[in-house]
């Protein structure tokens, strides 16, 4: 147990990172975050920022000496570099090596009988040829590592699409269309004892590949397969020796949940819970690293709505804050660009 006073070493600089110190520090925690990123939204809620490369080992190991403990808040974190601080970190790296890779997670997930969409490895125009004409269209193609908010993703709507598409110099996948109703998230938090306690899932609208609004309730559909999507990221949560908050997405279908993907983190549809649930996503993650019990995760108010702000919408909270039942948070981003994520709000809705 990491007893409040200590040090939390946080790898990456964000808004998930600053959200996450934000909730250490009302525990009594310390943090230091590591980005290499000269702009780094979570530098103003830490005690100390490293802004080396990722492979700098000398500065990682001075970095990790500084810590009782090390965790991440992006699933893009080199995993190579993490090797020689293992023992500091939480969850394991193993989350990461299996999460960064889009064909090594939907096998993995595919192991514990999950159900991903169908997909094809594509290393060459061939490969994606053959793996339209197996799967059909519509599809999309992605690369397998990296690639967040739509980015690194090609919808294909007909061979002919494919032959236009400049294949990235990088390994992709080929993912077929899935006919879905909603898509939702399951959010679960696990300490190194295994409890595990889940959030509300909320039904998730994203917009343009990025996530525009998550809602609850859900609705009947969703409600009816969030036991059997529990019951997967339970299975991924104990698989992985999990410590920690984890995420996995699934569309809705009419024959059951389909597992889309994985972030081994706190996430952007859990943003509701700092104000919609007794614990939030955040406090949750800070308990689990630290070896202290969870918190209640049960939903405070009958319904919420989560909207991300995007670009120059957040030029405009005043609007936001005209609801009295609307709690803003923005991320002090310097620069308002056009499909950045500059802040959230979530209202809270007591009469449904």
Known sequence: MIKPGGTIGILGGGQLGRMLAMAAAQMGYRCIAYSPEKESVARDVCVDMFTNKWDDAQAMAAFAQQCDVVTWEFENVPVGPLSAIVDCLAPHPRALETAQDRLNEKRFAEGLGGKPAPYATIDSREDLIAAIDRIGTPGILKTRREGYDGKGQWRIMSSRDAEGVALPDAPCIYEGFVEFDDEFSVILARTATGETRFWD???????????????????????????????????????????????????????????????PRVHNSGHWTVEGAVTSQFENHIRAICGLPLGDTRSVSPGMVMTNIVGKDALQAEQWLADPSTHLHLYSKAKARDGRKMGHATQLIWDT
């Open 201 to 263: 899932s909320p039904v998730n609208v994203h917009e343009a590949g990025m996530l525009h609004t998550s809602t609850l309730p859900s609705g009947p559909l969703i409600e009816g397969q969030v036991e059997e999507a529990r019951a997967l990221a339970t299975q991924v949560a104990d698989a992985l020796n999990y410590v920690g908050v984890l995420t996995l997405e699934f569309f809705a279908t009419a024959h059951g949940p389909v597992f889309n993907e994985m972030a």
